[in-house]
C-alpha cells in the first residue's frame, strides 16, 4: 500500500497568516493527489484534485502544487473559517489511502 | 459536479448485518472503479473496499476480508456495502469515492 505522511498533526496560526501544509507519499503518485478541508462533525470537503486543481466554489487562497511524493497546500492568507483539519489522500492506485490529517488551529 | 449520497446507516448489535448504499451522479458510473471509506468517531479516513467498474474485481482492507461484501448496479448508478459479522469496531461513518469523496456519508453505529 501507498503511505500517505502528513509530518505536522497541529499547526497553529494566526488570521492573515501565509499557512502551508505538506504530504509525501511513499512512492510516486504522479498528480493523483487530493486535499480535503473537515470541520467537526461534517464530511470531508474537496478542494483539490490532480495536486492543483481548484474545485468549483473553493476560494483562490487555497492552492495545490507538487508532483511525485512531495506535495503542498497553501492557504495564502488564513481566515477565521479556515480553521479545520486538512487531509490529503492518494488516489494513484485503488488502495486509497490518506494522511493522518493536519489540524489549523487558532495561535 | 460528482456527488454521491449515502444511505442505509444505522444502529445494529455486533455480530448483526447491514447493507448501505450509494447513489452516485456527475460521473461515468459505469466506467469507474469505486470505494468505500470510512471514518470511525475522531479518527482519520481509511480505505474499505474497492470494485472495478464492471463489477468483476475487487478488493478489501484486512479488517473486513470476509465479512463486508462490495457490489454495484450500473444499470442504476448504485454502489452497495453488504457488512456481515459487524464488530464494535466497524463504527464509522461510511462514505463512497470514484477517485475522491463527494457525499455525507453514513453513520454506522455497532453496540454491544
Known amino acids: 500500500d501507498i503511505q500517505m505522511t502528513q509530518p505536522l498533526s497541529i499547526l497553529s496560526a494566526s488570521v492573515g497568516d501565509r499557512v502551508t501544509i505538506t504530504c509525501r507519499a511513499s512512492?510516486?503518485?504522479?498528480?493523483?493527489l487530493a486535499w480535503y478541508q473537515q470541520k467537526p462533525g461534517k464530511a470531508p470537503k474537496l478542494l483539490i484534485s490532480e495536486a492543483s486543481r481548484l474545485e468549483s466554489g473553493v476560494p483562490s487562497r487555497f492552492r495545490g502544487s507538487g508532483s511525485g511524493t512531495d506535495f503542498t497546500l497553501t492557504i495564502s492568507s488564513l481566515q477565521p473559517d479556515d480553521f479545520a483539519t486538512y487531509y490529503c489522500?492518494?488516489?494513484?492506485?485503488?488502495?486509497?489511502?490518506f494522511g493522518g490529517g493536519t489540524k489549523v488551529d487558532i495561535k | 459536479q460528482v456527488q454521491f449520497v449515502e444511505s442505509g446507516g444505522g444502529v445494529v448489535q455486533t455480530g448483526t448485518s447491514l447493507k448501505i448504499s450509494c447513489s452516485a451522479s456527475g460521473l461515468d458510473f459505469s466506467n469507474y472503479g469505486m470505494s468505500w471509506v470510512r471514518q470511525a468517531p475522531g479518527k482519520g479516513l481509511e480505505w474499505v473496499a474497492f470494485?472495478?467498474?464492471?463489477?468483476?474485481?475487487?478488493y478489501y482492507a484486512d479488517y473486513v476480508e470476509g465479512r463486508f461484501i462490495i457490489s454495484r448496479d450500473n444499470s442504476k448508478n448504485l454502489l452497495y456495502l453488504q457488512m456481515n459479522s459487524l464488530r464494535l469496531e466497524d463504527t464509522a461513518v461510511y462514505f463512497c469515492a470514484g477517485d475522491t469523496l463527494g457525499g455525507q456519508g453514513t453513520l454506522v453505529a455497532v453496540s454491544s
Open positions: 470494485i472495478s467498474f464492471e463489477g468483476t474485481t475487487t
Open positions: 512512492q510516486n503518485i504522479g498528480n493523483w
Open positions: 489522500q492518494q488516489y494513484d492506485n485503488y488502495s486509497l489511502t
